[in-house]
């Protein structure tokens, strides 16, 4: 972490591993990402399986419903904007295998939801969107 952080790592670390919090979180994910200590792990795992699919305006389209119904993935019918844009995104990410796009898609849903307790539980006057930044 740089001079410029209020709050100690941990807190931070602790924050950005539920909710990519804007304008706080870019920077958190950048040292996780070259953090090998424990705390760190949550931080990258929330960064690979979740933020960085957040990005873009697409909504769930006729063939991500599809997908998600043939393969018995539940949506809360209320996710934001910015999460079913995250979801459309890693439904459609062309890197991912068959089996490592379910596992994906899986971990996106349960991560969205977190982000989405933690707003209700902690008022996040922004909700999730996007976090604009590219951790490596």
């Known amino acids: 972490m740089d001079a410029r952080s209020t709050a100690p790592a941990a807190d931070l670390y602790s924050l950005c ?25 949550a931080v990258k795992a929330e960064y690979e399986g979740y933020v960085r699919y957040l990005g873009g305006n697409a909504a769930l389209t006729d063939a991500d419903r599809q ?8 949506v809360p019918g209320d996710l934001t904007p910015a999460n079913q844009a995250g979801l459309h995104n890693v439904i459609n990410d062309p ?20 982000a989405e307790l933690y707003c209700s539980f902690n008022h996040c006057a922004e909700g999730v969107k996007n976090v604009d930044m590219v951790a490596r």
């Open 95 to 114: 890197a991912l295998s068959a089996e490592a796009r379910l596992l994906a898609v899986n971990n996106f849903v349960s991560r969205a939801i977190q």
């Open 17 to 41: 591993a539920f909710y990519p919090k804007p304008g706080t979180c870019e920077d958190v994910y950048r040292e996780a990402m070259q953090d090998e200590t424990i705390s760190a792990q």
């Open 67 to 74: 997908y998600l119904s043939r393969h018995g993935i539940r």
